[in-house]
Nanobody, 125 residues
């Protein structure tokens, strides 16, 4: 399995920006597609964005498209999520996850294998 540790969360005002990072260790990071999910209190975990092994293909939830950018640096074993124009409804715990193959096979939590512990993002109005 891949071990994942998220960082970069925090408190930000509406309209602000944050960049989340996810450091990977264990198995070869570049072998796996990666994704970001989020979960707000009382809600199910939802897909945010995903990226294939090389970074050549990216996928976004409608809520994230145009505001968030997923990227990866395989030399640094790190996944990123750049979040701009943040809204109060973006408030959630954000989780990175490793896919089961090198390509993005789906947008469900079950399509991903290893998970980080999460980092909290709070957007104030």
């Amino acid at each position: 399995q891949v071990q994942l540790v998220e960082s970069g969360g925090g408190l930000v005002q509406a309209g602000g920006s944050l960049r989340l990072s996810c450091a990977a260790s264990g198995r070869t990071f570049s072998n796996y597609a990666m994704g970001w999910f989020r979960q707000a209190p009382g809600k199910e975990r939802e897909f945010v964005a995903a990226i294939n092994w090389s970074g050549s293909s990216t996928f976004y939830a409608d809520s994230a498209r145009g505001r968030f950018t997923i990227s990866r640096d395989n030399a640094k074993n790190t996944l990123y999520l750049e979040m701009n124009s943040l809204k109060p409804e973006d408030t959630a715990a954000y989780y990175c996850a490793a896919g089961k193959t090198h390509v993005v096979s789906g947008r469900r939590a079950g399509d991903f294998g290893s998970w980080g512990q999460g980092t909290q993002v709070t957007v104030s109005s």
